[in-house]
């Protein structure tokens, strides 16, 4: 059974950082683009950032540039979002999605993948 699951979130004060985590089962991840979304209380779910297959290329909203950085393991079946110099409107449910490679990147990002995890919480206050 194909499984993503993220882990990493929590609470954390402004300016703070995390590392979350998805780690795939069930399948690998070296034929499938792999990206981090994001949903907010009474917000659509937004793309974060996106990395091909091989890591070759990423993509990253506007407005997370230069703070997080997506990154991935093969061999661990891991792909990593560290977020760096959070803000509180960085606050929701964050989610890994993969596509299969054969797939556009930059509209993976924008729509989705074929599968997803069951998100984790990242909340930023003091």
């Known amino acids: 059974q194909l499984q993503l699951v993220e882990s990493g979130g929590g609470l954390v004060q402004p300016g703070g950082s995390l590392r979350l985590s998805c780690a795939a089962s069930?399948?690998?991840?070296?034929?499938?683009?792999i990206g981090w979304f994001r949903q907010a209380p009474g917000k659509e779910r937004e793309g974060v950032s996106c990395?091909?297959?091989?890591?070759?290329?990423?993509v990253y909203a506007d407005s997370v540039k230069g703070r997080f950085t997506i990154s991935r393991d093969n061999a661990k079946n891991t792909v990593y979002l560290q977020m760096n110099s959070l803000k509180p409107e960085d606050t929701a449910v964050y989610y890994c999605s993969a596509r299969a490679f054969l797939s556009n990147l930059q509209r993976m990002c924008t729509m989705g993948g074929d599968y997803w995890g069951q998100g984790t919480q990242v909340t930023v206050s003091s």
């Open positions: 069930g399948f690998s991840l070296d034929y499938y683009h």
């Open positions: 990395i091909s297959h091989n890591g070759g290329s990423t």
